[in-house]
Structure formats: structure tokens, C-alpha cells
């Protein structure tokens, strides 16, 4: 029974006309300069394939032949061992580094921060200049009582080479952007799950194994990932030294025959085909890492 004196209404025969919306017609969103841009980018691409089809400038035969060659192999070996001495060297003095800057004492702290701004500010070839001439400043290196004594002796000269001297400078080098890295990585984990694991009695070893670098690990692998990829192609900063890298031997190669494009494209489809396989293996590590978060 109606409360009101008003006579009832039939829903079925009452269309309200602000909800009423079946005379209308829908009609997609048109993007017609995203079409243009579509269309443009494809022509320009197909332009530049044509051109590297048909060019005859680009010597794709001298590419072929010298690709697989011996020197050339030789050369991207030396170019990975350089990247992953590098890599490793760099970022276990890195971890180092970050935990010091993130320590209690403020003289670890300090000495930490200087070392990054110092290795920070100086370019890479002349670090990698100065490792080189080391012989120059010190003859010779003593292991004894400090300012007291020495007991072994080294020759710096022959301690010293040019593979040595590139792995140190880009190791020294590398580690100041890898304590960035890891101090910035283990900053985004919640404190709050330390103090938790330290109110149940974990103890700090396995505080920082167990809960900061598994989370930590999210934060750092991309921009660690970067960073090899840098310290991969960087590598040919070492060809002023006279190592046989990729682009020093490229360089070597075309300065004896005068084929300068199809050598620089035999060091370029390297550069690429290796950076793509760091490209997948970071991939399916930072999907190791990534399980349980929510991307």
C-alpha cells in the first residue's frame, strides 16, 4: 500500500531522457595524426632499409668476410673479459663502498664519499692513462710495516701491463657508480622490517642476506644492468692503450685495407648482438627477483 496520494507509475512505460541512450550512435575515436605519424615512420623506415639494401657503399661482402674472422673473434673475447673483470671487480668494491657510506662511523662515511666524488669527477681515459704510467710515479711497491720495513718487493713495471692497467682503471672506475647503485637500492627497503627482524632476534648477517638485498636486489638490477650494458661498449675507450678490443682491432683492420664502413658495421652488429643477450639475461633475473611484487 502507497504511503503518498500520488497514483503509481509504470517503470515500463517511463524512459527517463537522461539515461535513455538508445537513438544514439556510437562512433569510435578517430586519431588521424596518429595515423600520419604511423605512416610517416613507416615510410622513413622503409627509406633507410632501401638504403641499406642497396647502397653499395655499405660493402656488405667485406661485412660477411670479416665478421667471423679470427682477429675479430679474438677481439670481441678480449672484450668481454675486460667487461666482466670489470663488472665483477667494480662491484664487489662497490658493495663495499656503499656499506661504508651507510656505516655508523663517520670516517668510513667520509672516506667512502670521497672516493666516489674523486673517481666520479676524473674521466675515464685519464684514469685509465695514469694506471697505465703507474711505473712512472713508483718504481716499485713494498708489502711490510707500514712506513717501517719491507718484506716483498714488486717491479711495477712488469706488475703493471696494459690489460692490467684497463681492468684496474675500469674496475676503480666502475665501483663508484656501483655503490650509488646498491646504497640507493638498500635505502628503498623499509626500515621498518628491520627493526622488526631485529626485535625477533635476527641477527644483522642474515637481516641484510635474507630481507634488504632480496628486496634490494628489485632497485639495484636495472640500473646495475645499465651500467654493465655502459661498461660493455666503454670498453673501447681502452683502444688508446693499444688492447686488442673490438674497435681497437676494427680500427686496426680498416686502416690496413681502407674499408672504414663495413668494418665500423662488423664492431656495431657486435655491440648490438651482445647488448641484446645482457638485455635478455637481465630480463629474466629481474624476473627471478620480481616475484611476489606487483608490477
Do not use: C
Not at 656505516?103 to 685509465?128: E, G, K, N
Amino acid at each position: 500500500m502507497s504511503l503518498t496520494s500520488d497514483p503509481p507509475i509504470d517503470k515500463e512505460t517511463v524512459q527517463d531522457p537522461v539515461t535513455d541512450y538508445s537513438g544514439l550512435t556510437v562512433v569510435p575515436v578517430r586519431h588521424p595524426w596518429r595515423w600520419v605519424a604511423v605512416a610517416a615512420t613507416a615510410v622513413l623506415l622503409a627509406q633507410f632499409l632501401h638504403g641499406l639494401v642497396t647502397n653499395p657503399g655499405w660493402e656488405w661482402d667485406v661485412f660477411a668476410r670479416f665478421f667471423t674472422a679470427a682477429t675479430i673473434l679474438k677481439a670481441v673475447w678480449v672484450t668481454l673479459q675486460l667487461t666482466f673483470y670489470g663488472t665483477a671487480l667494480g662491484f664487489a668494491l662497490g658493495i663495499v663502498l656503499a656499506f661504508m657510506r651507510l656505516s655508523a662511523s663517520p670516517f668510513l662515511r667520509a672516506v667512502a664519499h670521497a672516493y666516489i666524488w674523486a673517481f666520479r669527477s676524473i674521466p675515464l681515459i685519464v684514469q685509465l692513462l695514469f694506471w697505465f704510467n703507474l711505473a712512472y710515479l713508483y718504481k716499485e711497491l713494498q708489502f711490510g710495516i707500514p712506513f717501517g720495513p719491507g718484506f716483498f718487493t714488486f717491479d711495477t713495471m712488469n706488475l703493471v701491463g696494459a690489460m692490467s692497467a684497463a681492468v684496474l682503471g675500469l674496475a676503480l672506475h666502475q665501483a663508484a657508480y656501483a655503490a650509488e647503485i646498491v646504497r640507493g637500492g638498500v635505502l628503498a627497503v623499509d626500515s621498518g622490517q628491520l627493526e622488526a627482524a631485529s626485535a625477533l632476534g635476527i641477527p644483522r648477517l642474515r637481516q641484510l642476506r635474507r630481507i634488504v638485498l632480496p628486496q634490494a636486489m628489485r632497485s639495484i638490477l636495472p640500473n646495475a644492468a645499465n651500467e654493465i650494458i655502459s661498461l660493455f661498449k666503454g670498453t673501447s675507450i681502452v683502444s688508446v692503450m693499444a688492447i686488442g678490443e673490438l674497435f681497437y682491432q676494427v680500427q686496426v683492420v680498416y686502416g690496413r685495407n681502407g674499408r672504414v664502413v663495413p668494418l665500423l658495421m662488423v664492431a656495431t652488429v657486435w655491440y648490438i648482438l651482445l647488448t641484446t643477450v645482457l638485455s635478455v639475461l637481465q630480463y629474466y633475473v629481474e624476473r627471478h627477483y620480481a616475484k611476489g611484487a606487483v608490477r
